[in-house]
């Protein structure tokens, strides 16, 4: 009988540190120099590295973090709305950290100004490290490999 308030408590947050994960500046919308520039200002540092210009932003703005908003809903189907017991307050405190004390976002262009990579206080966002480009092999003409 004194588990069921702390259920039905769990149950009424259920999906709230989900949302919290997920909320914020969307950083796989940014495509391009310019974009980056409106969004967090003057960079703190620039620089290239392996011949591909960068961009050092220090900002205080909340990141969006989707895959991890999607993990934290999964974990809450399996255990019932449970989870949430620990996760909001995790999520609340995470995100409040990520505004207090700030991050470093490292951005780093192609030649052309365009996003290739996002690092976030050293993690690369999964959903902007697949920008490299790569110019396919022309479809009209078939490649072959030179004969030795």
């Known amino acids: 009988m004194r588990v069921?308030?702390?259920w039905i408590a769990a149950l009424v947050s259920t999906g709230c540190s989900g949302f919290i994960?997920?909320?914020?500046?969307?950083?796989?919308?940014?495509n391009s120099r310019s974009e980056v520039?409106?969004?967090f200002g003057t960079p703190v540092a620039?620089?290239?590295s392996n011949s591909e210009?960068?961009?050092?932003?220090?900002?205080h703005?909340?990141?969006r973090d989707i895959s991890?908003?999607?993990?934290?809903?999964?974990?809450?189907?399996?255990?019932?709305?449970l989870?949430?017991?620990?996760?909001l307050p995790r999520e609340t405190i995470l995100a409040g950290r990520q505004m207090i004390l700030g991050q470093d976002l490292l951005v780093q262009y192609d030649a052309q100004g365009r996003v290739v990579q996002l690092t976030r206080d050293g993690e690369v966002d999964p959903f902007t490290s697949f920008r490299r480009n790569v110019t396919p092999a022309s479809s009209s003409e078939p490649t072959e490999e030179p004969k030795p």
């Open 61 to 63: 703005r909340k990141v």
């Open 53 to 59: 210009p960068f961009e050092l932003y220090r900002t």
């Open 68 to 81: 991890k908003g999607m993990g934290i809903v999964m974990i809450d189907t399996m255990t019932l709305g």
């Open 21 to 30: 994960a997920a909320s914020g500046t969307d950083l796989s919308k940014l």
């Open 4 to 6: 069921l308030p702390l």
């Open 46 to 48: 620039t620089g290239t």
């Open 83 to 87: 989870a949430e017991l620990v996760l």
């Open 37 to 39: 520039r409106a969004k």
